[in-house]
């Protein structure tokens, strides 16, 4: 858990959740959005890629379609570099 601040709290639920793209794995992060009353999934390997759901599995399921539209985009628009999957490190930090 991280508090962000006496009104934010961000709970990170799992960080080595590995979703398969073909050929190519990518290290998601699920957190739970108390106000969304969901899952919020986010691709830190891929910019800007992300998605959400209200439960664990629709988060999951809709991460993989928004990962396969942004390999198809980039696809499109320029080269995908060979994907070398990167180590993520999760901190705590109280202020």
């Not at 601040?5 to 793209?21: A, D, H, Q």
């Not at 739970?32 to 599995?57: A, H």
């Not at 988060?59 to 990962?67: E, G, M, P, R, S």
């Amino acid at each position: 858990m991280i508090k962000i601040n006496k009104f934010l709290t961000v709970t990170i639920i799992m960080i080595n959740y590995l979703i398969y793209e073909g050929k190519m794995k990518f290290k998601v992060i699920i957190t739970y959005d108390p106000d969304y009353e969901g899952y919020v999934v986010d691709v830190p390997e891929l910019e800007g890629c992300m998605s959400q759901g209200k439960t664990m599995d629709e988060a999951l399921a809709n991460i993989k379609d928004a990962i396969s539209g942004w390999l198809a985009v980039e696809k499109k628009y320029r080269p995908l570099e060979n994907h070398e999957p990167r180590e993520i490190f999760l901190g705590e930090v109280t202020v």
